[in-house]
DNA sequence: CTGAAAGCGCTTACAG
DNA sequence: CTGAAAGCGCTTACAG
């Protein structure tokens, strides 16, 4: 298209050097004396000189990107995680390319694999086969993580901040506590509800079948798991429900609220993750806090230590954090 | 790293044919006879070959990559902008590369718009400077815009959208209407803006000075712009609020209900966007619903068009569409 | 229908 | 410190 856009030979013939001191000078300066280095900037400068990435790249024998798996694009949650994501890989020269999961195919998968296509991975949905991912381009998984495929994990400690949301709906003196689950075959899912089960067991408190209600993480779903609370009789249906995201906390309390009940007078109600609004709803909301830009960061350092050939598979968990708001209340007697 | 990727030499030599050949049956099958053919992709099958992408992209003189500039990756409003952008590329056999450009440098917004980068680049920010995106690669610009930069706009019509908000809360009874404004210098502010005060001029009402509140289209603007008409006189505060995105508004009615107001009955409010959750907040959000998906997908094939060489600078205007909930109610007398 | 050869724009051992 | 030359892995006019 444009027969103007200068390359290396044409800055190269403009200072009287070899093309291969060009490159010096663009990649390895020091290489290079002083005077010819000074000449060499001035034709660069002079022509506009613009390094061709494509090039380099191929030479190099990488492409520059590392792309992010992301079950649902359109899901806010994965965006604070893509922004910590790309605060690393930007500032280290790497490209950050989405692909969303759902739409795509599984050879689309495949491509994303590929060497060709991508210097490595961030892999952010578990449910993806972990036989197209293994033996690839370097591969870090973050949040969620595919059974079976050995990889650095980026994640938090689900179980334990579990049992976090379930302590404390016990320390207000719920006993008939409910749970809302994430979907069905989620490892995140599995491991909430373990935990939740587990800190109950702990304190000598059963999650009874009745008080399970299957969510997948959406707004619809925790509307449709108050419905479900709704229709149980008063003296039976739980007191305090925990609830596998803020999403479906949300649709929870807004149904509940639709039906002229009350939040925590009526039902204690606790969320997971933290996204920023919820802080703002009525009432605030309680939720366990994950740190999700964090997690982007260190995903991507991971992935760029593996791809400077540091070997480190070793599991990083984050710290999460029970943030108190007023959805939910001492058990009244 | 690995010496075993096969490359188009490889098969070649395994089909005995040459490696021009090879390259036909992958891009132009239709110009190699049937017979070598088969045994050409019986050798790509054998040998396990996959096309390098990098090298086919130099050679192409494109890199197979689309821009998406987003001033705030972490702002879920993007993110199903982002979804419907990736549904059209994914397909068409680009890639989407993600860019944050408020976390970015201005010099790396320069490298963006690098055809050695990218071969187009979507602008979701009307704050970048014309002058670093003009006359580079392709370029369209998706719901904001930059002032003085011709490419094709793929948006709604934000005054018209204001309008709409405001004549609702007018039929509704309301004289007192205030205007919770965007950030200053934004674009999307300003339409909206004007477009609130020309609908109420249509009426024969006015946007008094002290009903326009400033924000920045955070939650937190939202509540700070709460506690400013709480603190007016009760008989001379707007009865009913227009707010420039949605997350302000959830700020807003989140303030005035800690202070014991209620929405809609001490003040109607109404947000814009349409963001997800806020059809579940109590009460539910009346609002202008952008069709976000749809500007992401229409902005891509723009650019797309854009690559195939046809030209079209015109704009796109997207409908929006008012969604009536619970926030807003007639005026009480 | 097929092949030899040049070239996309860089980088980097290898000499000197 | 610098240059000539090979090569990263493809594609495509040009011949035949």
New binding site residues.
């Given amino acids: 298209m444009k027969q103007d856009?200068?390359?290396?030979?044409?800055?190269?013939r403009l200072a009287?050097?070899?093309?291969?001191?060009?490159?010096?000078?663009?990649?390895?300066p020091?290489?290079?004396?002083?005077?010819?280095?000074a000449t060499v900037q001035e034709a660069i400068r002079a022509s506009g000189?613009?390094?061709?990435?494509?090039?380099?790249n191929?030479?190099?024998?990488r492409t520059g990107g590392i792309v992010a798996l992301v079950p649902n694009l359109a899901n806010p949650f994965f965006s604070q995680i893509l922004s910590g994501i790309a605060s690393v890989l930007g500032p280290a020269g790497y490209n950050l390319l989405v692909a969303d999961t759902r739409s795509a195919g599984a050879d689309m998968l495949l491509d994303y694999a590929e060497p060709?296509r991508a210097d490595g991975l961030i892999v952010l949905d578990g449910t993806l086969p972990a036989a197209a991912l293994a033996g690839r381009v370097p591969v870090v998984l973050a949040c969620e993580w595919v059974p079976g495929l050995s990889a650095p994990r980026v994640k938090i400690d689900n179980r334990a901040a579990a049992a976090m949301a379930v302590n404390h709906l016990a320390d207000l003196g719920h006993r008939r506590i409910g749970h809302v689950t994430g979907p069905q075959g989620n490892v995140l899912s599995d491991a909430r509800q373990s935990g939740t089960a587990e800190a109950l067991a702990a304190r000598g408190l059963t999650l009874a079948p009745d008080a399970v209600y299957p969510g997948d993480f959406s707004l619809d779903s925790g509307q449709r798991a108050a419905a479900q609370w709704l229709a149980q009789p008063v003296e039976q249906r739980p007191t305090a429900v925990f609830l596998a995201s803020d999403e479906m906390a949300c649709g929870f309390i807004g149904e509940v609220q639709r039906h002229g009940l009350h939040v925590p007078q009526d039902v204690s109600v606790i969320g997971f993750d933290d996204i920023e609004l919820i802080a703002h709803i009525s009432p605030p909301l309680t939720t366990i806090r994950q740190p999700r830009a964090a997690i982007g960061r260190l995903a991507a350092e991971r992935l760029l230590a593996q791809l400077n050939g540091q070997v480190e598979p070793d599991d990083t968990i984050l710290p999460v954090e029970l943030v108190l708001r007023a959805s939910t209340a001492a058990l009244l007697l």
């Fill in positions: 856009r200068p390359k290396i030979s044409d800055v190269a009287g050097v070899s093309t291969a001191t060009v490159s010096r000078v663009i990649s390895n020091g290489l290079v004396s002083e005077d010819t280095r000189y613009r390094l061709n990435q494509a090039a380099r191929l030479r190099h024998r060709s």
